[in-house]
C-alpha cells in the first residue's frame, strides 16, 4: 500500500496539510504517517491555547499522539495505518530519511510552521524538503483550508524535455481524482521560434495524456516578466487545485544551488504546490 508522510510541528499551518494530507490519503487509498523532528526548539502545540505551560519537548509523545487522536476519525481507508514518529536532527534531512526507508510515495508538508522554531520547523525548510525528497511533495499554503477535491490541475510547460517528465505523475493523480488539466506554456521570449517549441512541447504533453488517460485538457501560454509570479496569478484567478512543477535532481552540483523558480512558487502560490522530483537519467 502507499504510504504518505506528513511532516507536524503542531503549528496550526502544519496541522492544517494533516487534514489535507488524510483527504489525499482517503483517495489513494495510503497509509499515513505523521513525522516531528525534534529540533531543541520550546513551544506548546497551537490546539493546546494558553493553558499549556510546559515545554513541548517534554511532551512530544503526548502531543503526537494527540494529534492523531484528533485527526484520525478523518481517515476511512480500509485495512488502512495511521501512525507516527519522532526523529531528532536536522529537519529537512530527517523527513527526507524517513521518506527513503519507509519507500514514502508522497509528502505533504505546510509552507510555513510555528514562529520559534529554528528556522522556522516548516517555511525555511519546506524549499529544502523538496530539494532533497526522494518522492512528489505537497507543499499546502499557510493560511488557508482547502477542499479535499482536485477539480483542476496546471502542468507548466517550457520548451525542455525536463518539464514534460511530472506528466506520468500528475496524470496519475488527475486520473484517482477525475481532475481536468490546464497545460500552461511558459514562454520568456518573444521571438516567433520560442513559441512554436513550447506549443510543440504542449501538443507530445496533451497527445500522452489522451494516450494514457480520460483526461481532460486545456492549453493556455504565460508570456514574458516573472513567470513564477504569472504562473501563480493564473493558477488563482482560474481557481486550480493543485499546481505541479518539477524539481531537478542533477549530478552537475551547480545545478542544485539556485532554483529561484520553484523556490518563488513554493513560498508565494496560495494553491498547493505538488512538486515532483526529476533526475538526469
Known amino acids: 500500500m502507499k504510504r504518505i508522510l506528513i511532516p507536524v510541528d ?3 499551518d502544519s496541522v492544517n496539510a494533516v487534514k489535507y494530507g488524510i483527504n489525499v490519503a482517503n483517495k ?3 497509509d499515513v504517517r505523521l513525522i516531528h523532528v525534534r529540533t531543541g526548539d520550546n513551544y506548546a502545540p497551537e490546539f493546546a491555547g494558553n493553558e499549556v505551560m510546559l515545554k513541548i519537548n517534554d511532551q512530544l509523545e503526548i502531543w503526537i499522539k494527540e494529534l492523531l487522536e484528533r485527526v484520525k476519525v478523518d481517515y476511512y481507508v480500509a485495512g488502512g495505518k495511521i501512525d507516527w514518529k519522532i526523529r531528532e536532527g536536522n529537519v529537512f534531512q530527517e523527513i527526507a530519511n524517513q521518506a527513503k526507508y519507509d519507500d514514502t510515495s508522497l509528502i505533504v508538508v505546510a509552507s510555513h510552521g510555528a514562529s520559534g522554531f529554528q528556522d522556522k520547523f516548516i517555511g525555511s525548510n519546506a524549499y529544502r524538503l523538496v530539494a532533497n525528497a526522494p518522492c512528489p511533495v505537497i507543499v499546502v499554503r499557510h493560511g488557508v483550508v482547502y477542499d479535499s477535491d ?3 490541475i496546471i502542468i507548466p510547460v517550457d520548451f525542455s524535455k525536463e518539464s514534460t517528465k511530472i506528466v506520468p505523475v500528475v496524470a496519475g493523480l488527475a486520473t484517482v481524482y477525475h481532475s481536468k488539466i490546464i497545460l500552461v506554456g511558459l514562454r520568456d521570449s518573444g521571438f516567433k521560434h520560442v513559441l512554436l517549441r513550447i506549443k510543440s512541447q504542449m501538443a507530445l504533453v496533451e497527445r500522452y495524456i489522451q494516450e494514457h488517460a480520460d483526461i481532460e485538457v486545456e492549453k493556455v501560454v504565460v508570456s514574458g516578466g516573472n513567470l513564477a509570479k504569472k504562473l501563480i496569478t493564473f493558477a488563482e484567478e ?3 487545485d493543485v499546481l505541479a512543477i518539477r524539481i531537478h535532481h542533477s549530478s552537475n552540483p551547480f545545478e542544485n544551488i539556485f532554483r529561484p523558480f520553484t523556490n518563488c512558487i513554493i513560498n508565494n502560490s496560495s494553491v498547493p504546490v505538488l512538486v515532483v ?5
Open 238 to 240: 482560474a481557481n486550480v
Open 277 to 281: 522530483p526529476t533526475t538526469d537519467m
Open 10 to 12: 503542531f503549528s496550526k
Open 28 to 30: 489513494l487509498s495510503a
Open 150 to 152: 482536485i477539480e483542476k
